[in-house]
């Protein structure tokens, strides 16, 4: 028997508006804003939420002396329709070269990974 359920990823962030703001163009959804946390409110129940965090240093992506701490995976159905929308607003290839792979790696806004992923 589990002991409890998942109830939201949060993101560490220097700007949780500017980044609920980037998720919700890429995903949907609906921000509701309190004061140094964002809850994104995602279709079909999930969310996502986004903290300020003085001092905030994004991961690096590969990196062989750190970690990535988290990404995210999102399923699309259209590779290159998809990295076209998160380009424009405003995220950063990391790993896009392999156009015969699945996926394709980006960094939101405040640098954390993500993982287009037509699998």
């Known amino acids: 028997m589990a002991l409890a359920t ?5 993101l560490d962030c220097p700007d949780p508006r500017a980044l609920a703001e980037f998720y919700a163009g890429v995903l949907g959804g609906t921000i509701t804003e309190e004061t140094d946390w964002i809850d994104l409110d995602l279709p079909g129940g999930r969310k996502l939420a986004f903290q300020a965090a003085p ?7 590969p990196s062989p002396d750190g970690s990535q701490q988290l990404h995210l995976d999102l399923k699309v159905e259209d590779l290159d329709v998809a990295e076209k929308g998160v380009l424009e607003l405003g995220a950063t290839p990391l790993d896009t070269e392999d156009r015969s792979r699945t996926y394709r790696v980006y960094a939101d806004p405040a640098g954390h990974p993500f993982c287009l992923c037509a699998c």
């Open 6 to 10: 998942l109830d939201v990823v949060v």
């Open 55 to 61: 001092g905030y240093v994004p991961p690096r992506w």
